[in-house]
């Protein structure tokens, strides 16, 4: 059986030879044959609250360790051993769930009495995957729900009580979560006894990167420039991930003038030893799988260029998965960086955009840029502004030290825009020519009452 090849078969071995064999061994090899709690002649059997069902012990304990989940994943679970130490069945049933997105289940073994006994007295790996490959769940019901019955727990056999949940809330909006379900378990004419389980959980993306943006800077003339990034997951003990440069468009094509390494499988420590020093919040990571990723972006690659000025694309991820694996939906990471090509901003800011400063709204601002090339040849027109309000004139050219310049009138209108400025507020230019160009340039400042 594939699934139970590829999946049960591990899982069962490490639970069921660890937790199992010791559990069964312990509780489970000789049904009592006697009740040795106190009874009362004349009325009902008085049941000492702990002893309905006992949960194994060295897996009882709620794993104080939190376990992480992926955002909006449904197979989520939880594993508790348990058994019936009476000489009498118990029913069993959910008293209360914290979360409607829980359901709980009883795991049953499905070994005969004779298949059982030949188990205990001759211990196997077959035989010890044969019992995992039985057990068989059912949907424990609700106390309050009349039309199922109740589940009975038989003595002298191990359960499973399942906790499955999905995880609906948004990574890190609570960190941790907390699971809690209480079972309802009781004897004819006997007391009614409660046992309660928690299971802290948190949930991460499938993926995670750093840094958050990739920046590759400057893009010179004719250079290129490369930058390292890392991807990793916290749930996931592998990633098969192809990814690629997108342009902006319909359909996210390509980018012909960028780049993208094949991932390079990282050990977790050594890439905890490359994000340790960046951020302290790295520290608390559990990675099991990471990737070194190398992006390329070009100027120019044989007849297809970068436009000039801010440069916005994407690196998006796809996934492969297998069958009955839950798929991951693909994940963009910002690429950005600044063509510098033929013509250029001479009197920009830091991050070459057109400055206007801080001016009151009311009086709008006026200011004027002043635009190069190194070829004389080059000519410009102005093509748009993103805004209404934002007027832009370019004047004609003037030949300086064998250089030409441009002087580009730019103002915005009072009574336009409140406050900074942002990344949208863009004029764009065109070269003229067989190979027309775009050139971008943003505009910052800051208007005030």
């Known amino acids: 059986m594939k699934t139970f090849t590829h999946v049960v078969l591990p899982i069962g071995i490490v639970v069921v030879l660890v937790g199992v064999v010791a559990y069964v061994t312990s509780y489970t090899s000789r049904p009592p044959t ?10 009902p059997i008085v049941i000492p609250v702990e002893r309905h069902i006992i949960f194994d012990d060295p897996l009882v304990s709620d794993d104080p360790k939190t376990i992480l989940v992926e955002y909006k994943s449904k197979n989520n679970r939880k594993d508790f051993w348990f058994h019936n130490p009476l000489a009498q069945p118990v029913q069993i ?28 007295k001759y211990p196997s790996l077959t035989g010890w995957c044969k019992l995992a490959e039985s057990v068989t769940f059912a949907p424990l019901p609700d106390k309050d729900n009349k039309e199922k019955a109740r589940i009975s727990v038989l003595p002298a056999k191990p359960y499973l009580l399942r ?37 802290s959980f948190s949930v991460r993306p499938v993926i995670e990167f750093y840094p958050l943006k990739v920046d590759v800077g400057d893009v010179v003339a004719d250079g290129s420039r490369s930058v390292e990034f890392f991807v990793w997951s916290e749930t996931r003990d592998q990633l098969r991930i192809r990814p690629r440069v997108i342009a902006r468009g319909e359909n996210s094509p390509d980018e012909p003038c960028g780049e993208i390494s094949v991932p390079i499988e990282m050990p977790p420590k050594q890439l905890f030893e490359i994000l340790g020093p960046w951020e302290q919040a790295f520290a608390s990571l ?24 801010p440069l916005e694309r994407m690196i998006n991820f796809a996934f492969d998965t297998d069958s009955g694996e839950t798929k991951i939906d693909d994940v963009k990471i910002p690429l950005i960086g600044l063509v510098k090509g033929e013509v250029r901003l001479l009197n920009g800011d830091d991050q070459d955009r057109i400055k206007l400063g801080a001016y009151k709204y009311d009086r709008g601002k006026k200011t004027t840029a002043i635009l190069g090339a190194n070829d004389p040849r080059v000519e410009l027109e102005l093509e748009k502004t993103t805004s209404p309000k934002l007027k832009a004139r370019l004047l004609d050219p003037e030949l300086i030290d064998g250089r030409r310049q441009w002087k580009l009138e730019v103002e915005m209108e009072p009574n336009a825009m409140l406050g900074e400025l942002g990344a949208s507020v863009i004029i764009t230019l065109r070269t003229k020519g067989p190979n027309p160009r775009l050139l971008r340039l943003p505009v910052s400042g800051r208007a005030e009452r």
């Open 163 to 199: 906790l499955e949940w999905e995880a609906k809330k948004q990574p890190y909006e609570v960190e941790p979560d907390s699971l809690r379900v209480e079972v309802q378990a009781e004897v004819p004419n006997g007391a009614i006894n409660y046992y309660e389980r928690r299971v």
């Open 286 to 309: 559990r990675i099991k799988c990471g990737y070194r990723l190398t992006v390329t972006v070009l100027e120019r690659r044989g007849d297809k260029q970068l436009e000039m000025g």
């Open 93 to 120: 049933c959910v008293k209360y769930k914290s979360c409607t997105c829980s359901e709980l289940k009883i795991g049953t073994v499905g070994l005969t009495d004779a298949e059982w006994d030949a188990l205990l």
């Open 34 to 43: 006697t009740n040795t709690t106190p009874t009362d002649p004349e009325g």
